[in-house]
C-alpha cells in the first residue's frame, strides 16, 4: 500500500468529471468511462496515450506517493491528514491554462502563484514524518542521472525531486505524446477543458489518495475542505 497527497476538486466538481471523462475513469468510484473522440487518434491509441494519468487519478500531487515507514500507521496518518487539511486555508489559481510539458500535456498555473507554493511546501513537510525511504528501485526510476543536483538532493531528502523551488502544479492530462501526435491532443484538450483554460482555479479541498498495490490504479480514501485562515 502506498499514499500520496494530490489536489482534486470534489468528485462533483465539473473540472473533475471532465477531468475523468478525459482519462476514462474516475478516481473516486473507481468506475471507467467513455472516452471523448478525438479527431486524427483511434480510440485505441488515445487510451495508450492517457493510460498514465488514468491510473493515478486526476490531480496535482502535493507529496508523492510513499509506502508508510516502521513505526507510523494508516489511523496516525489519517490523523494527520485531517489536521493538515484544518490548518490550510482556500485560496484561488488566478488563471488555470493547458501546457505541454516536455512530451505530455496538462493542466497548469498560468502564472506564479505564491499560496500554492506554500501549499505545496505544506504538504511535503507535514507529511514526510510518514515517508519510508526509497528503495534503489524507487530511486532508479527517477533518472537521478537526468535531475539537477538540488532535484537529486531532494529526491533523497524528501523522497521526490519536483519539491519547493522545483515544485510546479500541473494536473497531468496525458503520457508521452510523439511530436507528431500533439497537435490532435492538443486540441482535444483544448476543447474538453475551453469552460476551465483561463480562468480561476479556487483550491478548496485536499485529497489523500491510495494504492493498494504496487501498480494497481489509485482511489482517492478522502477528501476534506481546507478550513484554516490565511
Not at 82 to 110: C, H, N
Not at 173 to 179: A, F, I, K, M, N
Not at 184 to 206: D, H, N, S
Request: aromatic share 12%; charged share 25%; hydrophobic share 40%.
Amino acid at each position: 500500500m502506498r499514499y500520496a497527497l494530490y489536489f482534486t476538486p470534489p468528485a462533483d466538481d465539473p473540472l473533475t468529471l471532465a477531468a475523468a471523462c478525459w482519462l476514462g475513469r474516475d478516481a473516486f468510484s473507481g468506475a471507467g468511462l467513455e472516452q471523448p473522440d478525438v479527431p486524427g487518434l483511434s480510440p485505441e491509441r488515445f487510451r495508450e496515450l492517457t493510460e498514465e494519468p488514468r491510473r493515478y487519478g486526476f490531480h496535482a500531487t502535493l507529496k508523492a506517493p510513499f509506502a508508510l515507514k516502521d513505526g507510523t500507521s494508516e489511523e496516525a496518518l489519517v490523523r494527520a491528514f485531517t489536521d493538515f487539511a484544518k490548518a490550510q486555508a482556500p485560496f484561488d489559481i488566478p488563471e488555470l491554462t493547458l501546457a505541454r510539458i516536455g512530451s505530455f500535456f496538462a493542466l497548469v498555473s498560468g502564472e506564479p502563484c505564491a499560496p500554492l507554493q506554500d501549499f505545496g511546501a505544506a504538504a511535503v513537510r507535514a507529511f514526510e514524518p510518514f515517508r519510508a525511504p526509497l528503495s534503489e528501485a524507487d530511486i532508479a526510476r527517477r533518472k537521478p542521472d537526468s535531475l539537477s543536483e538540488r532535484q537529486r538532493l531532494n529526491l533523497m531528502d524528501w523522497g521526490y525531486p519536483y519539491v519547493f523551488e522545483d515544485f510546479r502544479f500541473h494536473m497531468t492530462l496525458s503520457g508521452r505524446v510523439p511530436e507528431h501526435e500533439q497537435p490532435a491532443l492538443q486540441k482535444a484538450a483544448e476543447e474538453c477543458f475551453a469552460v476551465f483554460i483561463g480562468r480561476p482555479l479556487t483550491v478548496t479541498t485536499v485529497g489523500l489518495f491510495e494504492e493498494p498495490a504496487r501498480g494497481a490504479p489509485f482511489r482517492a480514501r478522502a477528501l476534506l475542505p481546507l478550513t484554516g485562515l490565511r
